[in-house]
């Protein structure tokens, strides 16, 4: 028996690999030699990595300068968070780290700071973070210690949820302070601007916007401000990032920033796939009557000062009460669909979110929740085929 073709609808996880990337990287592997070197072969690999990050620097308006190439998101978000900034040639120390309870684990960590000097601090049940807080928190910092950094992502990878970062960042160069944004999600799916987000450093990764897992990019809002090294050892990355440069990842990454602009074009259509898609998913639970209750859409209720929060386009978070999310993945899987239940990035297993703890889910409504995260192939057809399977798996397991 032939299988069905499969319904990919996990674009928050990772992307599927662009035409255009793959060519770049058939390329540069073809093309071989060390960027490093200086005959004709690895000025050859120079130029397809100067060229990536001019592409990449042309879709987020940053100068090649101002981006050093990573192994991903995760080693960016080490490299950015460390406890001793340089600036103009001057060593400034930093005591201390604040972050929203909702970022990314990578961050969550701390980086390079040890754990007594991370500070959590809440969000909105909107999940937003709390600017208060955050005030608060920047006023109360011992600045005879050293600097603040703060750390906030721009949208949350479960919930799409978009974060206030420009009053974050008002709020840290009002207190002096230093502020990561790792932008990861957004990147590809809303406009993005390095000098509009006033940030000191941006993280951002190849595989979120179709380009190969392995490659990431911390870019400085000013080239003259930098974290210190955190890989030593030879000059690539000027000296910022040691290692002989993943030239075809590189060259991916770069290929797929380039088509960033065709992505966020279709914004308003994946908008209106997902809104849709959760018209769809109401009228399913409304259907089945007391067999199943209603669904909660996270992120789409009243937010931080009584406003909508805004959310990413493509991604839907959600919760069926009584239908526990690891059911109804496999359920999915095994109907030929892949979604989530939250990130991709922990141990491949279903597990409690700490983003949905952050807004105050309880325990039993956030074992239901389900992602569904979707690209520019995405289709109505494909929004059909996940609510008819859902419909099945909603009416056998609250019946």
Request: aromatic fraction near 4%.
């Amino acid at each position: 028996m032939i299988p069905r073709e499969r319904l990919y609808l996990d674009y928050n996880a990772t992307a599927p690999l662009l035409d255009a990337a793959r060519a770049a990287m058939n390329h540069a592997l073809e093309t071989g030699g060390n960027a490093s070197s200086v005959h004709s072969e690895g000025r050859a690999a120079r130029a397809l990595v100067e060229q990536a990050r001019r592409q990449l620097g042309g879709a987020i308006a940053a100068a090649a300068s101002q981006i050093v190439f990573t192994s991903g998101a995760s080693e960016a978000a080490a490299h950015a968070l460390s406890p001793l900034i340089r600036a103009g040639g001057t060593d400034i120390p930093v005591s201390r780290l604040y972050v929203s309870a909702i970022e990314h684990p990578c961050v969550l960590a701390g980086g390079r700071f040890a754990a007594d000097r991370v500070e959590i601090l809440p969000v909105t049940q909107a999940g937003v973070i709390d600017l208060a807080a955050l005030e608060a928190a920047l006023k109360a910092h011992d600045r005879s210690q050293g600097s603040p950094m703060v750390a906030v992502m721009l949208a949350n990878n479960e919930t799409g949820a978009v974060q206030p970062v420009r009053q974050v960042a008002d709020l840290v160069h009002a207190h002096d302070g230093f502020l990561v944004v790792d932008a990861v999600q957004a990147f590809g799916r809303m406009p993005l601007s390095i000098a509009d987000l006033q940030a000191h450093f941006v993280i951002l990764s190849s595989h979120k916007i179709g380009g190969p897992q392995g490659a990431g990019a911390l870019v400085f809002g000013d080239a003259s401000i930098s974290p210190a090294p955190m890989i030593r050892g030879g000059g690539q990355e000027n000296f910022q990032r040691a290692g002989t440069e993943n030239v075809a990842a590189i060259a991916g990454f770069g290929a797929a920033a380039a088509s960033a602009d065709i992505m966020r074009a279709k914004s308003g259509e994946i908008a209106a796939w997902r809104d849709s898609l959760e018209s769809g998913i109401s009228t399913i639970c409304a259907e089945a009557g007391n067999k199943a209750g209603d669904p909660v859409f996270f992120a789409r209720g009243t937010g931080h000062d009584g406003a909508l929060p805004e959310r990413l386009a493509n991604t839907s978070c959600f919760a069926v009460p009584g239908i526990k999310a690891e059911t109804a993945l496999i359920a999915l899987d095994l109907a030929g669909i892949a979604v989530s239940s939250g990130s991709a990035c922990s141990s491949g297993k279903v597990k409690k979110s700490h983003v949905l703890k952050a807004m105050g889910v309880n325990d039993e409504l956030a074992a239901c929740a389900l992602r569904v995260s979707a690209g520019p192939q995405t289709t109505k057809e494909d929004a059909e085929r996940f609510l008819g399977a859902f419909r099945d798996i909603t009416n056998r397991i609250a019946a």
